[in-house]
């Protein structure tokens, strides 16, 4: 006779949140901020690794917790990046912080941009206003490991031009073998770029070689369709387009139910998805 | 979904009905919090309960869609009932717990996790269908990339007595969904409720090591039979179907079908199918602070797909319609479930039927869908 299930043995908390301190916060434009934050425990310093495309849940204690994406390098050293644009109740908060105040951070969770499949092939990155900063690592790869990489072009659309982020380092991306290519819903007076939604740019891109070109894309839901929609037109394969998603997460481990998409818990079987696994839902009103 | 398993032989032995409290005594001997059925409010439900005299004897409940009611019984039977508003995931998964908690100090906010006496819990008279869901939450809690710290320490040290059903209500489809009414394993002692005592059956080592503690006696061919024909009874007494052939892509190829606005036009979005259902496990997490704001705990609470702000997200909410919050449900219950977890979320317990203000009948739902489906 056996007991009758087994069991696991005493595990960690997943909802414990380690310490983290504010080293840093650049304002990115209006209600936007990246912080940088460093862990408080050595320990934790030297061993958090992350992928791109993984996200983290920033936590302020007696606020509230928030699924950010992470948007440094992932080589980056003993300092991890998050940029938050102020929204709901936590992210104003979070905002509200001063360099050397604590958080807290649980993670890294969730899939990544499959960068192995883009050994050699072209790199589509589309993003959309803060649909950005989970990208950011990709291009950071990009640039750390240029000669693995076809070519590659950033198409990256906000509606307002102060709304564009990261935008001192365009040029940089640039210089370094990445076709930068911008629009605005809105210009402004100074404004000399595109004005247009981004599946337009996605139409007017130059020929990339389809069946070794990959998509990533990130954004708001709409342009995430219109931008696939476009892609397609051009005659990308759907197998080729990887998105990533967002629901409302609370757990951010699959245990809460919150960010259910059909069959999909965005937390832990995304937030990136080869874009056939979720297409049909995205199809779906109100799922 | 596969018929009920087949049963396996197990040694058997017989207490006798003035013996039960015996098996009390042993249980909270050993240190256990027995968990079992009393009358409370009208309703047989689970609680912290000591003697025999705890147990609703002679009580039985009569159930229908949206309806359930205490009857007395003619005779003293003490699990001759069948369901109630509770469920065994009230203990192993409860509706508030801390999760962490975070103090402010000199040198920032400094989290840790909350003190956890996991209670040992014996629970009593867990019907077959309420294994299987137990089972069901397994697969939630602790078969995933991530464990759930909280509902691991209960099921770890959980001492668990079936109790074989004998009689059915007619929201009852445990037959349907291949998980009873045979209580066929997940248990340390499985008991089947005759008029004089009860057939004992052992299914692990930690049951046998109560048993032998106790005061029973070997039992006879003739009382193995009388078993069996109880346990007929319930099998018997059910009526309710749902058809599970094909039922994923039935209801995942189905989200446009206008039965969905049908039956939004029935349902209040009041949750309480979610809080009755025994395998639903979607909560909320939020922080409650004391008055200073430096010491903070972060509270788990159930929460249900059914609540309007449930999906909410950057402003706006997702399911806005009672609509696409009933669809929700019941595809993630019976279809989405499956790709999930590898398993109906649904045990055929019937209770969100019963507990349904309005008398919805998921049965009859997937029966509608199934009937004008393509």
Same mark, same amino acid.
């Given at each position: 006779?056996?007991?009758?299930?087994?069991?696991?043995?005493?595990?960690?908390?997943?909802?414990?949140?380690?310490?983290?301190?504010?080293?840093?916060?650049?304002?990115?434009?209006?209600?936007?901020?990246?912080?940088?934050?460093?862990?408080?425990?050595? @320990?934790?310093?030297?061993?958090?690794?992350?992928?791109?495309?993984?996200?983290?849940?920033? /936590?302020? =204690? *007696?606020?509230?917790?928030?699924? #950010?994406?992470?948007?440094?390098?992932?080589?980056?050293?003993?300092?991890?990046?998050?940029?938050?644009?102020?929204?709901?109740?936590?992210?104003?908060?979070?905002?509200?912080?001063?360099?050397?105040?604590?958080?807290?951070?649980?993670?890294?969770?969730?899939?990544?941009?499959?960068?192995?499949?883009?050994?050699?092939?072209?790199?589509?990155?589309?993003?959309?206003?803060?649909?950005?900063?989970?990208?950011?690592?990709?291009?950071?790869?990009?640039?750390?490991?240029?000669?693995?990489?076809?070519?590659?072009?950033?198409?990256?659309?906000?509606?307002?031009?102060?709304?564009?982020? /990261?935008?001192?380092?365009?040029?940089?991306?640039?210089?370094?073998? %990445?076709?930068?290519?911008?629009?605005?819903?809105?210009?402004?007076?100074?404004?000399?770029?595109?004005?247009?939604?981004?599946?337009?740019?996605?139409?007017?891109?130059?020929?990339?070689?389809?069946?070794?070109?990959?998509?990533?894309?990130?954004? =708001?839901?709409?342009?995430?369709?219109?931008?696939?929609?476009?892609?397609?037109?051009? *005659?990308?394969?759907?197998?080729?387009?990887?998105?990533?998603?967002?629901?409302?997460?609370?757990?951010?481990?699959?245990?809460?139910?919150?960010?259910?998409?059909?069959?999909?818990?965005?937390?832990?079987?995304?937030?990136?998805?080869?874009?056939?696994?979720?297409?049909?839902?995205?199809?779906?009103?109100?799922? | 979904?596969? =018929?009920?398993? @087949?049963?396996?032989?197990?040694?058997?032995?017989?207490?006798?009905?003035?013996?039960?409290?015996?098996?009390?005594?042993?249980?909270?001997?050993?240190?256990?919090?027995?968990?079992?059925?009393?009358?409370?409010?009208?309703? %047989?439900? /689970?609680?912290?309960?000591?003697?025999?005299?705890?147990?609703?004897?002679?009580?039985?409940?009569?159930?229908?869609?949206?309806? /359930?009611?205490?009857?007395?019984?003619?005779?003293?039977?003490?699990?001759?009932?069948?369901?109630?508003?509770?469920?065994?995931?009230?203990?192993?998964?409860?509706?508030?717990?801390?999760?962490?908690?975070?103090?402010?100090?000199?040198?920032?906010?400094?989290?840790?996790?909350?003190?956890?006496?996991?209670?040992?819990?014996?629970?009593?008279?867990?019907?077959?269908?309420?294994?299987?869901?137990?089972?069901?939450?397994?697969?939630?809690?602790?078969?995933?990339?991530?464990?759930?710290? %909280?509902?691991?320490?209960?099921?770890?040290?959980?001492? %668990?007595?079936?109790?074989?059903?004998?009689?059915?209500?007619?929201?009852?489809?445990?037959?349907?969904?291949?998980?009873?009414?045979?209580?066929?394993?997940?248990?340390?002692?499985?008991?089947?409720?005759?008029?004089?005592?009860?057939?004992?059956?052992?299914?692990?080592?930690?049951?046998?090591?109560?048993?032998?503690?106790?005061?029973?006696?070997?039992?006879?061919?003739?009382?193995?039979?009388?078993?069996?024909?109880?346990?007929?009874?319930?099998?018997?007494?059910?009526?309710?179907?749902?058809?599970?052939?094909?039922?994923?892509?039935?209801?995942?190829?189905?989200?446009?079908?206008?039965?969905?606005?049908?039956?939004?036009?029935?349902?209040?979005?009041?949750?309480?199918?979610?809080?009755?259902?025994?395998?639903?496990?979607?909560?909320?997490?939020?922080?409650?602070?004391?008055?200073?704001?430096?010491?903070?705990?972060?509270?788990?609470?159930?929460?249900?797909?059914?609540?309007?702000?449930?999906?909410?997200?950057?402003?706006?909410?997702?399911?806005?319609?009672?609509?696409?919050?009933?669809?929700?449900?019941?595809?993630?219950?019976?279809?989405?479930?499956?790709?999930?977890?590898?398993?109906?979320?649904?045990?055929?317990?019937?209770?969100?039927?019963?507990?349904?203000?309005?008398? #919805?009948?998921?049965?009859?739902?997937?029966?509608?869908?199934?009937?004008?489906?393509?």
């Amino acid at each position: 006779m056996t007991s009758p299930v087994a069991l696991p043995p005493v595990v960690a908390n997943p909802w414990l949140a380690d310490a983290v301190v504010i080293r840093e916060m650049v304002a990115e434009g209006p209600g936007v901020t990246t912080f940088r934050l460093a862990f408080v425990d050595e @320990e934790r310093r030297d061993s958090f690794r992350f992928r791109p495309g993984q996200f983290g849940m920033l /936590y302020l =204690p *007696g606020v509230g917790e928030v699924p #950010i994406g992470i948007s440094g390098h992932c080589q980056q050293e003993r300092t991890w990046s998050f940029t938050v644009r102020a929204a709901g109740n936590t992210t104003r908060a979070l905002s509200s912080l001063h360099v050397g105040d604590t958080l807290g951070l649980r993670g890294p969770f969730g899939s990544a941009w499959p960068l192995e499949l883009c050994d050699g092939a072209d790199l589509v990155i589309v993003a959309g206003g803060l649909g950005l900063p989970p990208l950011r690592p990709v291009i950071y790869d990009v640039i750390a490991n240029r000669e693995r990489y076809g070519r590659v072009t950033l198409i990256y659309g906000s509606r307002t031009v102060d709304a564009l982020v /990261y935008a001192s380092e365009y040029d940089d991306w640039s210089r370094r073998g %990445i076709d930068v290519q911008t629009t605005v819903d809105r210009a402004d007076l100074d404004w000399k770029g595109n004005v247009g939604v981004v599946p337009l740019l996605i139409e007017r891109l130059h020929p990339f070689v389809h069946d070794r070109a990959i998509l990533f894309t990130c954004g =708001p839901e709409v342009m995430i369709r219109f931008a696939v929609r476009s892609a397609l037109a051009r *005659g990308m394969r759907i197998e080729q387009i990887w998105a990533s998603m967002e629901r409302n997460m609370q757990c951010a481990i699959g245990l809460c139910g919150h960010c259910q998409f059909g069959p999909e818990f965005i937390c832990k079987d995304g937030p990136v998805f080869r874009y056939d696994r979720v297409e049909p839902w995205l199809k779906v009103e109100a799922l | 979904m596969s =018929p009920a398993t @087949e049963v396996p032989e197990r040694v058997c032995r017989w207490l006798a009905k003035d013996a039960l409290q015996s098996l009390f005594d042993a249980l909270i001997d050993r240190g256990y919090a027995v968990i079992g059925p009393t009358i409370d409010q009208d309703a %047989i439900v /689970y609680d912290r309960i000591t003697s025999v005299d705890d147990l609703p004897r002679g009580w039985t409940d009569t159930q229908g869609p949206g309806t /359930y009611r205490l009857a007395p019984r003619e005779d003293d039977a003490l699990f001759g009932y069948v369901v109630g508003p509770h469920s065994w995931k009230r203990f192993l998964f409860p509706p508030l717990a801390a999760v962490a908690t975070a103090d402010r100090t000199d040198e920032g906010w400094r989290m840790a996790s909350p003190t956890d006496d996991a209670p040992k819990y014996a629970f009593l008279g867990v019907r077959a269908c309420e294994l299987a869901a137990i089972r069901v939450q397994d697969r939630t809690f602790l078969e995933g990339p991530y464990v759930d710290p %909280i509902y691991a320490a209960r099921r770890r040290q959980a001492f %668990i007595v079936a109790v074989n059903c004998t009689q059915a209500a007619p929201t009852c489809f445990c037959t349907s969904m291949g998980t009873g009414p045979r209580c066929s394993g997940g248990f340390d002692l499985a008991l089947t409720e005759l008029s004089t005592g009860f057939v004992v059956e052992i299914g692990s080592d930690a049951g046998s090591d109560i048993v032998a503690g106790l005061e029973t006696e070997e039992v006879d061919s003739q009382i193995l039979t009388e078993a069996e024909t109880a346990r007929q009874g319930a099998i018997d007494q059910i009526t309710r179907r749902l058809d599970t052939e094909g039922i994923r892509d039935l209801l995942l190829g189905n989200l446009d079908h206008p039965r969905w606005n049908d039956v939004a036009a029935r349902c209040l979005s009041c949750t309480n199918c979610t809080m009755v259902c025994p395998t639903c496990f979607c909560s909320s997490v939020k922080d409650v602070a004391d008055l200073t704001g430096d010491h903070v705990e972060r509270q788990r609470q159930w929460d249900s797909c059914f609540n309007f702000d449930f999906s909410y997200m950057n402003g706006g909410v997702v399911r806005n319609d009672i609509r696409s919050r009933y669809r929700q449900w019941l595809t993630h219950k019976l279809a989405s479930w499956i790709d999930q977890f590898g398993t109906s979320g649904c045990v055929g317990c019937g209770r969100c039927i019963t507990w349904c203000p309005v008398g #919805i009948d998921l049965t009859e739902e997937v029966a509608a869908i199934r009937e004008a489906g393509p």
